[in-house]
């Protein structure tokens, strides 16, 4: 072989070669591709992640709680939005004014001590018929006085029986409505005020028929005691007919 035709063959087979150089790839072993699986880790992280889920929520039930307790406690201290009290006390007001005018013998011990003595106690023997007969006359006064002031009293009570009936009904729907314990700690406690006012005027009716019954009384028993002194005057012997010198006609 000439030196020429050595020259063409080591050419040609860089040529076939080269393409194979450039094309290569590397070699990667098959083991590689395998994928590990351990069921004992995977476990283990799917419990932990449950247990996770399981605080947080637990966390957002605890944070639910007590945003809820707050709102009931705001609701507990909520005041309730009305008040009966200002009427309450204008017909206890009413009622004292009507059982502070009564009428000459007043709602007073020293008084009714003072009047008794003057005007009920014995008679005596030596008071005068026109004397007696004001005195009868000043008892029978005060007993139609302690009538009529015990009739006033009546009146003023009956009178608020119908303000006392629409605070009542307010004072129902409130406590019944109440959005916490406050409002119905006060409802329920203007009720017991309300109740409070109607024993007041039952004492106050009470008091003044009391009153005028005690003076019907006591004049029966005055007028029974000037019964049996006038009986004793009329049933005393007088000094009978003493004569005496008489003009029948007038001259000079």
């Known amino acids: 072989m000439t030196r020429l035709s050595l020259r063409a063959c080591r050419l040609a087979i860089a040529l076939m070669a080269a393409p194979l150089g450039v094309m290569s790839v590397p070699v990667i072993p098959a083991a590689a591709f395998d994928i590990v699986y351990d069921p004992t880790n995977y476990a283990q992280n799917v419990l932990q992640a449950a247990r996770a889920l399981e605080q947080i929520t637990n966390q957002i039930t605890s944070l639910q709680n007590e945003a809820q307790m707050l709102i ?7 005041s309730l939005p009305f008040s009966a009290l200002q009427k309450l006390q204008q017909s206890v007001q009413k009622t004292q004014q009507l059982l502070s005018q009564a009428q000459n013998i007043a709602f007073d011990v020293q008084k009714i001590d003072q009047a008794f003595q003057q005007q009920y106690a014995n008679v005596p023997t030596s008071a005068s018929d026109k004397q007696l007969i004001a005195g009868a006359k000043t008892r029978w006064q005060n007993t139609v006085a302690g009538l009529q002031d ?22 129902v729907n409130r406590s019944q409505s109440a959005t916490g314990a406050l409002q119905a700690t006060q409802a329920g406690n203007q009720l017991l005020a309300l109740q409070s006012q109607q024993l007041s005027d039952l004492v106050a009716v009470l008091s003044a028929n009391g009153r005028s019954q005690a003076l019907v009384e006591a004049e029966r028993a005055a007028a029974a005691e000037q019964g049996r002194e006038q009986r004793r005057r009329f049933l005393t012997p007088g000094s009978g007919y003493q004569p005496g010198s008489a003009k029948m006609f007038y001259g000079n």
């Open 72 to 78: 009931n406690q705001a609701k507990n201290l909520a």
């Open 150 to 171: 015990a009739m006033r009293v009546q009146a003023g009570v009956v009178g608020n029986i119908d303000t006392n009936k629409e605070q009542m009904s307010e004072l």
